[in-house]
T-cell receptor
Framework: QQQVKQSPQSLIVQKGGISIINCAYE??????FPWYQQFPGKGPALLIA?????SEKKEGRFTISFNKSAKQFSLHIMDSQPGDSATYFC????????????????FGKGTKLSVIP | DADVTQTPRNRITKTGKRIMLECSQT?????MYWYRQDPGLGLRLIYY???????NKGEISDGYSVSRQAQAKFSLSLESAIPNQTALYFC??????????????????FGPGTRLTVL
């Protein structure tokens, strides 16, 4: 059973446009929601993360929107640039100890973003 | 120098061979993880270790084993490799949560990956 569903699988955006990637989760024990960015040939790297006590977090051109009641969160990339072209993974984990499985990150399947000039 | 290193970076082997992938870190983190990445399937957790004496199975541990030789070293073994274990393998580390506060403390730092092909 996939616990974090990510969409779309791929996304093509014009330079300067807004890229939006959505994720939905099922496990109500999740209380930490990071996004990882992966460039070809590299390992994933943390981009931005949010806890459920806030509905939005912004870092530069990257914003996470979080809807706790709907169990959904999304990544918005404003003014998308060709250098943003990468694969993006949403993830979720319980940061509070809750037995087996605690602290493990569950990843979505990834979104390949291509920003064209 | 990279904080998380993996060796080898690429490996081609044959069905039935024993393979070991190694991971070393200089970040001083207690927690280490092994993931595999397959196209369209994202990252799936194979094993994780919260300290040298603590090893736990992840989502897809069948066919794999691990060894935590020291705080800084965590190796993944395929005792008898099979073609469907062809994938990208990533090692990751993270800090011990209860020693710090804030979401950044759960950041996982990934190595560059090992591309394994089993023929």
């Amino acid at each position: 059973q996939q616990q974090v569903k990510q969409s779309p699988q791929s996304l093509i955006v014009q330079k300067g446009g807004i890229s939006i990637i959505n994720c939905a989760y099922e496990n109500t024990a999740f209380d930490y929601f990071p996004w990882y960015q992966q460039f070809p040939g590299k390992g994933p790297a943390l981009l931005i993360a949010i806890r459920p006590d806030v509905s939005e977090k912004k870092e530069g051109r990257f914003t996470i929107s979080f809807n706790k009641s709907a169990k959904q969160f999304s990544l918005h990339i404003m003014d998308s640039q060709p250098g943003d072209s990468a694969t993006y993974f949403c993830a979720a984990s319980p940061l509070t100890y809750s037995g087996a499985g605690s602290y493990q990150l569950t990843f979505g399947k990834g979104t390949k973003l291509s920003v064209i000039p | 120098d990279a904080d998380v290193t993996q060796t080898p970076r690429n490996r081609i082997t044959k069905t039935g061979k024993r393979i070991m992938l190694e991971c070393s870190q200089t970040k001083g983190h207690d927690r280490m993880y092994w993931y595999r990445q397959d196209p369209g399937l994202g990252l799936r957790l194979i094993y994780y270790s919260f300290d040298v004496k603590d090893i736990n199975k992840g989502e897809i541990s069948d066919g794999y084993s691990v060894s935590r030789q020291a705080q800084a070293k965590f190796s993944l073994s395929l005792e008898s490799a099979i073609p469907n274990q062809t994938a990208l393998y990533f090692c990751a580390t993270s800090d011990t949560y209860w020693q710090r506060e804030g979401e950044s403390t759960d950041t996982q730092y990934f190595g560059p990956g090992t591309r394994l092909t089993v023929l």
